[in-house]
């Protein structure tokens, strides 16, 4: 088994990768044999699916020189119907996601996440975003005995071997009962990690103790405390995402040209197929079709253009009988126009975004090698942090 002090300074995220994929099985892999002993996942990344291609990744030898971290608390209507008990914390999130961290549902989702990570313990296990609770208006007390009595049934679930610590992972520290639960550390012998997001633009030094105070990483450290940061090198800045990695894209101008010839012959067939129908043929009166005029070339990341792709165009297009092969041809050259200009809005953005840094002498402004790689050991240099989670989908790049 990993020790605490043994574990690797770069972790491996596993939000975005799934047992969908086989290929992410051969990532995992490069990336344990590259030294990386520190995996996280969790119930909530794919429903399970992140934590099955883990459990399908390693084996009992292989098992041993891992620290395996996954989260709970995430769920769905499915599962919530599977474990069919009453819940007084279960609180809905949105349409399709719910939320709990009763010792009941806890020990549910624990078991179900050591199957899917074929092992009989997990090193660490986390109460996945607590602060849920403060925003549907639960109070402090009513969210300090939710995480009282679950960290009770985690100490349980390690003396039946099937953990070996706990802790919490938090978008917001400040949101939290943050005191009460420092000054329980006594009764929790076993709450041992923090996992939260730091990047060079949410430098979250210290949270909200008491009414006076701040609590700074570097006392949560020598309190006993293992740290570790997610999101490394994704961030939002002015209200829209931003990725903290280099991209070589300099100049787009001659592809907006070629895009905007391809965009002009999709909406000319859209008008076609819309007049052969006999409806109205004006393109500004169709919120998708309108939506890509307007948004097309500054969509933030790839995720977010199949997501509109997805989501608006394609059941715009079926509705109108407008789904065949030179279609569906045209659109995925569009997606491929589209990524390249939201990579190099965003590359234009970063290199503002270092300008700034750089002036304020946040990061040095002479420095020319790998972004990322800077940035890794900027984040583990001098803010207090054990390990960095770092996302790779292939073998040749780290994500966040």
């Not at 961030?235 to 040209?257: C, F, H, Q, S, W």
Request: with cysteine; hydrophobic share 35%; charged share 25%.
């Amino acid at each position: 088994m990993i020790q605490i002090e043994e574990i690797s300074k770069i972790g491996l995220g596993t939000y975005r990768m799934s047992s969908d994929n086989e290929r992410y099985i051969e990532v995992i892999k490069y990336a344990i044999d590259s030294g990386i002993n520190l995996i996280d996942t969790a119930v909530g990344y794919g429903y399970g699916k992140s934590e099955l291609l883990i459990g399908q990744s390693t084996d009992p030898e292989t098992r041993s020189s891992i620290f395996i971290v996954s989260k709970t608390g995430y769920s769905n209507k499915e599962e919530i119907a599977e474990f069919n008990q009453k819940d007084p914390n279960l609180i809905a999130l949105d349409e399709n996601t719910l939320f709990s961290n009763s010792p009941d549902f806890i020990s549910f989702q624990l078991e179900k996440s050591l199957k899917r990570l074929n092992t009989n313990y997990i090193d660490c296990y986390l109460l996945h975003n607590p602060e849920y609770y403060c925003e549907k208006n639960f109070s402090t007390e009513e969210l300090e005995r939710i995480i009282f009595n679950s960290f009770k049934l985690l100490e349980e679930k390690i003396n039946e071997g099937k953990l070996r610590y706990y802790g919490i992972s938090s978008n917001d520290f400040s949101k939290i009962p943050l005191k009460a639960i420092i000054n329980s550390i006594a009764d929790f012998p076993n709450f041992k990690f923090l996992q939260f997001p730091y990047n060079i633009v949410e430098r979250n030094t210290s949270f909200f103790f008491d009414n006076k105070n701040n609590i700074t990483i570097s006392e949560l450290k020598n309190m006993g405390f293992y740290i570790f940061t997610n999101r490394p090198l994704n961030t939002m800045l002015n209200g829209k995402l931003l990725r903290l990695a280099d991209t070589d894209i300099n100049d787009v101008k001659p592809l907006e040209y070629e895009e905007e010839l391809l965009f002009n012959e999709l909406l000319q067939k859209i008008q076609n197929s819309l007049s052969k129908m006999g409806e109205d043929p004006k393109i500004e009166e169709y919120y998708p079709i309108q939506f890509f005029v307007e948004n097309r070339k500054n969509m933030p990341d790839i995720s977010t253009i199949n997501l509109a792709i997805n989501d608006y165009l394609y059941p715009f297009l079926s509705a109108i009988n407008l789904v065949d092969e030179s279609i569906l041809n045209i659109v995925n050259n569009l997606k491929n126009y589209w990524h390249v200009f939201s990579l190099y809005d965003n590359q234009e953005r970063l290199n503002d975004l270092k300008d700034t840094l750089g002036n304020q002498g946040i990061i040095d402004k002479n420095y020319k090698g790998n972004f990322s790689s800077y940035l890794a050991g900027l984040y583990l240099g001098n803010s207090g942090i054990n390990s960095v989670l770092m996302g790779l989908r292939e073998r040749s790049m780290w994500i966040a």
